[in-house]
């Protein structure tokens, strides 16, 4: 939403925004059906009270141009374009509401909307500052890329050789032997999750998660008819050993956990992994932090995976640069000639020009570089996020150091975190991915994130949210 | 697959092939239940005889290690890991199998295998020569990209807006009017249409499309169980004044058809736009070759679009490069958004620096030049190889003279393009789209590219193509 409407001029702030809706539908912007966005979110998105909004869509409806449905849901009136045009115009919201894909969750969208806002304070994001990315070096390193007509092609379909080539050698460092043959270049880790839905699972299977999980924010599994089956550590061998009906599968994140930033020991990644090979239940390991872990790490589950039981997955999006959209699969043949067959259908390969950037990263020891320089810079910021929330949080919330990563799991000890909170810390332009996103029950958590906001943005945005639990908290 | 027998070496190809496969059983990469490429694929990628591969499979047969299902095929049996390790094994064919997406048609996986082949000669290849790409221009281009941290960051759901902003001013050429509200940036035509088939489209539902359709050779809607209806221009008033039921829509390419090479007149547009609106039916435009018209072109039907009834596709694949993976859609503001909010959970936008390069050339005048310089190119391209047809297809087949893009839809008198000549072209290194991939029950055309292939390469393929389709048709 671009437009917010003018103060300085005469015309009443209602008025105006009558005039803009009625334009975006006369444009066929807005066509009939089309759902609007919640009063909160739209007033928030206009800069207006909601009582001068409730003004102007009083006006609409009044006009028989808006309605409501059940709920407190506004919508273009279907009867709209025949009020205003007299001609008929395709239900485009009937198309939306009947397809396939789930929505995101309306925080998720709120979040990935104000995330584009500058004046927004970010305490979650899980993003590096611009100010931790190389983009001098990156930019300088573009010179250095050897374009030829072949490579800026349509690619293979498992993705540039010279990647793979280099991936092989990179992943030798995570004890991970692979060949060129069993990997898969993705546009990041979020379509490889897609790939694997679409590909690999039955409509009907179960994926197992723990109990919170990145995968309770996004929809690739739920969106095609898989469901989700959160369970947590102490019962995790119970579930596991019933051998759930179909062909299951376990997404697991053991290295730097999001949102929970733990760490498996090497014991509870070997009982674990005996156990799936037992029930038959392959897993999806999810490795994209690993790089980022403040001390030595054991070897991923991926290493000690000698039945083909793994499905591997790595990127650069929280190391290099997200806007790469560079991010890799390791698997068995079979799967990876699968993924690589879905991969062509879908988008026919990732950007030519990223694989390229990541290549030459990758095989000239700027990656390794780089990577020294940002974990420090990580480790710096997250000893002050842990001395703002020693002085400020010691008292209403619990939470551990970090291992490494993006993220400190803040636990409060009443259960505070609600979508009530979520809002009037966004009216105070602070921007936080409470619990309930990755646990819907969830009322106890944030997951905050040093890696995006800059010290004064944290200490501001903690100083504020602490304030604004207190007063909630209040008799 | 990248490993051949070595015929220097004095162990039997047989033996050579027995080992090689028992080592990727062993090695986790071809898992029980593998399903092998089939026999003739797989004796080609090896270059041996297909007697010599069989003396092979029986072999690794009689010790239970492969075995033959229903019709040809050959899969790892499920005990193979059993006899060699004494493990059980998760069954990933199985998992393959009962998953959603369809395969690529085995034709299409062929193709995508054969075109990394360098030694092939691509008589059909939908894509640019690399000696047409502006690649040097394009290297150049790099250093004056203007990259800072917020541009290679997370992308915003509809892509980056200064590529939106140059998209508004470019698709102005096109005669249609639009705002950075109503686009969004894809990696890719092709991706457009998985976006709509889960993010509009409801199960069940028909999409509709020409006689010969592109459609037909990917599976973006029927994967999500969409039917796709063929209708011959002759009787589509009729098909679409029937109102099938549920929510349907039309895929057209108006211009510079694929395969076809057709375009439609302003009449045949406007007729078209009005039956469709007063069917209540919406339609996809997919526009991707326009900018490679030889003459002046009518305008798209999104120009003609004042009820929102259209969901437009542009791309820079077929003009700039197919690497950058970048396209875009434009549509309502509610189609829009839906299709923002799954790009978001697909893969959170398109590359950043592919967005950057398209930027920087839509903006600075390096696209429209280059696209002078391409077309004068492939109008040469087009008039040798209407030499060539003349010279040497006159008696079997009849074609029309190209009108702009990359495409010759020949067409032979007789039923001759099978799978058979398929294969046959094939084993000389001539690699063709047959007919049949755009209308299965096709057997007269074959859709030839002059773009890709070099003159030579022209030249020596059709003549070769001419004596195959000879000697079948010889008595």
Request: proline fraction near 4%; charged fraction near 20%; include cysteine.
């Amino acid at each position: 939403m671009n437009w917010k409407p003018d103060r300085t001029l005469s015309i009443s702030l209602a008025n105006q925004i009558v005039h803009w809706i009625t334009e975006q539908i006369l444009n066929g912007h807005w066509p009939n059906g089309t759902k609007l966005p919640s009063q909160r979110q739209l007033a928030l998105s206009l800069g207006v009270n909601r009582s001068t909004l409730q003004e102007a869509i009083d006006e609409l409806k009044a006009d028989g141009i808006l309605c409501s449905k059940i709920g407190s849901s506004t919508f273009v009136s279907n009867d709209s374009w025949n009020i205003l045009v007299k001609q008929k115009q395709p239900n485009w919201q009937k198309y939306i509401e009947t397809s396939i894909h789930k929505a995101n969750y309306q925080t998720i969208q709120l979040i990935n909307e104000f995330e584009q806002d500058e004046s927004i304070i970010r305490l979650s994001t899980g993003e590096l500052s611009p100010s931790l990315l190389p983009t001098e070096k990156i930019q300088h390193s573009l010179q250095h890329l050897k374009l030829d007509g072949k490579a800026i092609g349509y690619s293979s379909p498992q993705g540039s050789l010279a990647l793979r080539q280099a991936l092989v050698h990179y992943l030798k460092k995570r004890n991970i032997e692979t060949t060129v043959g069993n990997i898969c270049i993705v546009s990041g880790g979020l379509q490889a999750l897609q790939l694997i839905a679409v590909g690999l699972l039955e409509p009907g299977s179960t994926v197992l998660q723990e109990e919170y999980s990145y995968l309770n924010s996004v929809h690739p599994f739920q969106s095609y008819g898989m469901n989700l089956h959160s369970i947590s550590s102490s019962t995790e061998q119970m579930v596991i050993q019933k051998k759930l009906r179909g062909q299951n599968i376990y997404y697991a994140i053991p290295t730097l956990h999001n949102p929970t930033g733990a760490i498996w020991s090497q014991q509870r990644k070997e009982q674990f992994y005996e156990q799936c090979l037992a029930a038959n239940l392959p897993i999806i390991e999810d490795d994209v932090y690993f790089e980022l872990a403040f001390e030595k790490l054991s070897p991923p589950l991926k290493a000690i995976d000698s039945a083909g039981q793994v499905v591997y997955l790595g990127s650069v999006s929280k190391t290099l640069s997200p806007g790469l959209r560079i991010g890799w699969v390791v698997a068995p043949t079979p799967v990876i000639k699968r993924i690589a067959d879905i991969k062509m259908q879908m988008d026919y390969g990732s950007s030519a020009f990223s694989q390229e950037i990541v290549t030459h990263w990758l095989t000239n020891g700027l990656y390794e570089e780089h990577i020294i320089t940002l974990k420090s810079e990580l480790q710096k910021r997250a000893l002050y996020m842990e001395k703002l929330l020693i002085q400020h949080f010691s008292d209403i919330a619990s939470w551990e150091k970090s291992k490494g990563g993006f993220y400190i799991w803040l636990k409060f000890h009443h259960p505070i975190v609600t979508s009530e909170l979520f809002y009037k810390l966004l009216k105070q332009k602070i921007l936080i991915n409470p619990g309930y996103i990755y646990e819907p029950k969830d009322a106890f958590h944030i997951r905050l994130s040093y890696a995006y906001a800059s010290e004064e943005e944290l200490r501001v945005g903690l100083i504020c949210l602490q304030k604004t639990v207190s007063e909630k908290t209040k008799p």
